[in-house]
């Protein structure tokens, strides 16, 4: 496929209004890369645009489980632009442009690339790109490393916006920074895979031979679970054909292996029962299962009889480890290499963290010996082996070097709490009580505990003796519950007691005065509010505080869509913390005016504050009061940060 169709039609996408016509032509654009593939070629996708296109439309390169990445900066694509841009072009003239525009993706489409030459050296050539080439060309940018690689990065670049049309320029700058913003979600993705490759043909409607297709069964439409689920065929409007069943086969096997292009491909190759077979593999870590919040009334009233687990103030992480490197027997290469070291760590977000955590990898090293993925928190503990404050977990966790010394100044724990693998068995559909006695077979008492208990009291005995013992509460669990990767559902329920804390997303700043007029001071919040359409920022949601400081409304076109202010925060921030902030954070920039900054949405933070009170200052209707800063949550992403209806929630509007 030419990278100028898949752009192009993109920009269609983008433009349609109705989460049906956007899976249907989502769907559309799929069925048309994978309608060259080969059927025999499942696992080499090298060929095949299909899982290329589909990673693509998500904004990603690698999948969403691969610890690889482009390490493209605003400023480097800024510069790449500029210089193909031409010589009366600066890097700031870019980014005049994207403070007036709001969006890398149209500035990029409103510089002529055309008049460009010598691209030679740089790969370039005016043949038209393909998809496979762009790929190509990404792939090997990200592999660049060492002294020269941001020079080397700069040029690839340059050599691919050199042979863009506008169209292909846009979707080339968003990409490369992960900001495609074309309305398409992983839900959107998954629905039109199911929509692309296992809908019923609607030319065989009528055939008795179509069992997928349930309306079928019933002329007079009487049996409508597709249809509550896909769209009323009775309407005059577009409708989706794929069955519940066909979605749940792409759900569950997105789960199991965390790639959309991946799924893609067996979807069209194999149907429902190839993504059916689609299993764990260690080495791959997959999304974790994630809880609400709950009351132990409402977990014995759901659960009747409720697991009780102890709730660690600690980082989440996903052990894979498969002794003297035994991989299951699907596993590629690249996996069997990773297993051969040793344990490997993942973060929540799917990080690999494992070099930062030598002594888990020792821990589990020394305890397991069948293959295995746990789920689990290290914790920070002192001498006396009693748990330490999160922020100190986070200390371990984003150190690249020095692991030693600061092994010696902080030392972690592993609980882990939840087995998804054990020797050569998936357990996700597994109850969590049968999990649980795998994960005590696999590491014995070094498993995290589990009790039962079928009363309030009860559970509220068990709160009691975590907080004494230092951790923050109690999960609460359904014993019969499966895990589900990624999904956030009410079968487990986390108990805190008292003081909340937000985790939200830093949009802007303000620089410091005195002796920190180099750092960043101020910092502007957001939570995610998914009810903001994606089309156009927020003019209006960086603006002054109650108090009357200084206002951030200099860098109003610059808020991401999506986001809704609730604060600022200043309180709680050491000078150290400071310049880890503003180290972290300048790259991001994408605006300055005096001295306010607007940041592109890449860094969550946890905030605790008194209450959440109304307030017409920020664009969230509300305001933290009193907040202050409790430390950087290295293990979220800001996806994962918190929402504007869990703030509502909070404030009690909800």
Known sequence: MEFAALAERAERLAAIDGDIETTLAAADLLADAGSAGDADAADDESDDDLSVVTRFLLGRVFPAHDTRTLDVGPALCREAIARAAGRNVSASDVEERLAARGEIGAVAAAYDFGGQQGLAAY???????????????????????????????????????TR????????????VLGEMRLGVGEGTVRDAVAEAFLAPDPDDAGDDDASDDDS???????????????????????????????????????????????????????????????????????????????????????????????????????????????????????????????????????????????????????????????????????????????????????????????????????????????????????????????????????????????????????ERDALDAGHEGVMLKSPEAAYTPGNRGRDWL?????????????????????????????????????????????????????????????????LPPGYATVGKVATGITDEALGDLTERLEPHVVGES???????PVLVIEVGYEEIQTSPTYSAGYALRFPRFVGVREDKSVDDADSLARVRRLAGDD
């Open 123 to 161: 790969g370039g050539g005016r043949d038209a790109l393909t998809v496979a080439a762009v790929d190509e060309r990404l792939r090997e940018l990200a592999a660049e490393s060492g002294d020269g690689s941001e020079s080397r990065k700069r040029d690839a670049l340059f050599g691919l916006f």
């Open 216 to 462: 079928d069964d019933d002329a007079d439409g009487d049996d409508a679970s597709d249809d509550d689920a896909n769209g009323d065929d009775d309407s005059d409007g577009p409708a989706l054909r794929a069955s519940d069943e066909a979605v749940a086969a792409v759900e569950r096997a997105l789960q199991v292996t965390n790639d959309y292009g991946r799924v893609a491909v067996r979807a069209r190759d194999e149907g429902i029962e190839g993504l059916r077979a689609e299993s764990l593999r260690v080495g791959r870590p997959v999304q974790a299962m994630l809880a609400q919040a709950g009351t132990a009334t409402d977990a014995v009233d759901s659960f009747g009889e409720v697991a009780v687990e102890t709730k660690f103030d600690g980082a989440r992480v996903q052990v894979h480890y498969a002794p003297d490197g035994t991989a299951p027997a699907d596993a590629d290469a690249s996996d069997r290499d990773d297993v051969a070291l040793g344990p490997r760590l993942y973060s929540r977000n799917m990080d690999d963290v494992t070099e930062a955590l030598p002594e888990i990898v020792e821990y589990v090293a020394e305890r397991v010996d069948v293959p295995v993925i746990l789920d689990g928190e290290v914790v920070a503990v002192d001498d006396a082996g009693d748990p330490l404050p999160f922020q100190e977990v986070l200390r371990r966790f984003r150190r690249k070097h020095d692991v030693d010394r600061m092994r010696e100044t902080v030392s972690l724990r592993l609980h882990a709490f939840d087995c998804l693998h054990a020797d050569g068995d998936d357990l996700l559909d597994e109850p969590l009580r049968v999990r649980h006695e795998r994960l005590r077979a696999a590491l014995g008492d070094a498993a995290a505990d589990l009790t039962l208990a079928d009363d309030p009291d009860a559970i509220a005995a068990a």
């Open 164 to 175: 863009c049309s506008p169209s292909e320029a846009a979707f080339l700058a968003r990409l």
């Open 594 to 600: 005096g001295t306010t900054v607007a940041f592109d």
């Open 494 to 558: 986390k108990r805190k007691p008292d003081v909340e804390t937000l985790d939200a997303v830093v949009v802007g700043a303000e620089w410091g005065e005195g002796r920190r007029a180099e750092l960043f001071g101020t910092f502007l919040l957001a939570v995610r509010d998914e009810g903001v359409a994606s089309d156009a920022p927020d003019r209006d949601a960086f603006t002054s505080d109650a108090s009357g400081g200084d206002a951030l409304d200099d860098a109003a076109d610059l």
